[in-house]
Structures are given as structure tokens and as C-alpha cells.
């Protein structure tokens, strides 16, 4: 209930809607009918340049994809990446309880589709084969994310030895 007091209950229909869902890697391999029940179910938030989505600590709750503008996350007020249209945040919530590593904020007018940790567990209870393919999608980018991770650990690993053999 607080999410919709939050972002409104909102859900404009839009025929493009299916081929912009279609390009997040997540839902990339989902039909056009499981692509209309998944965005029937997210709310839509729009945020002026510099207006936060969130705030580092805050707990976490709700996935947010970019469908246009971009957002930039920040550690300690300085910004560490820049994501653009078509990338996807806050995923780690809807898996477990913590809070938010970082903030979030807008850069230009950015259009967020967003999805609560409620509304998503009812979504994969309600359609369980659906929901197994995004739950496969996101195991897959989390796995090639802590790869990618594993590889910059062991590169600075060895950049740091390298200047102790000095």
C-alpha cells in the first residue's frame, strides 16, 4: 500500500512499453504476453535533474529501470558510475533485507519504471514460469558481475604487489 501512496497507481499503456522492457537484459528473453503481465505491475516515476531516488542506508524495497534520462550513484556525495537508459538498479533488495549501499540521483529528466519487493513476489507466486526466467536472468548478471569483480580484485591485487616489489 505505501508504494502506491508512494509513486501513485499510475500505469500508463503504452505500445512501445514492450520493445524498451524487451531491451533490459533481465526480460530480454521473455515473450511479448509475459513482457505485458511484468509491466502491468510497475508503477511509473519521473525525477527532475539532481531530485534523489534514494539515499545511501535507506532500506531497500524496489527495483527501478532506466527508460530514459540517466541516474548516478553516489558513495559518500561523490558519483562512482553514471547508468544509462536500459540499465536496471536496486535489484539486491528484492532478494534481500538491507539498505542501500549508495544513493541515487538524477541526471535530467529521467522516466524510472519501478517495482516494489511486494509486488514482485506476488508477480512469481501469481506467474511461477515468468518469474523462473527472470530469477534465471538475474542469477546470470549477478554470476558475470561477481566475475568481472573477481577479475578487478585480482588486477589490483597485483598492481599492489608490483609496487611492494619495488
Known sequence: MWFKKLFGSEKKENPNDFGILKKFV???NL???DLILFRNMLMERNFADGEYIFKENYPHAVLYLIIKGEIEILLDNEVVA???PFSHFGEIGL???SKRTASARAKGQTLLYACSKNDFSNFIDTFNSIGIKILYNFGINF???IIKNND???SLENKLISIKDR
Open 26 to 28: 533481465f526480460l530480454s
Open 152 to 154: 578487478k580484485i585480482k
Open 31 to 33: 515473450k511479448k504476453k
Open 95 to 97: 532478494f534481500i533485507e
Open 82 to 84: 553514471t547508468l544509462q
Open 143 to 145: 554470476s558475470n558481475t
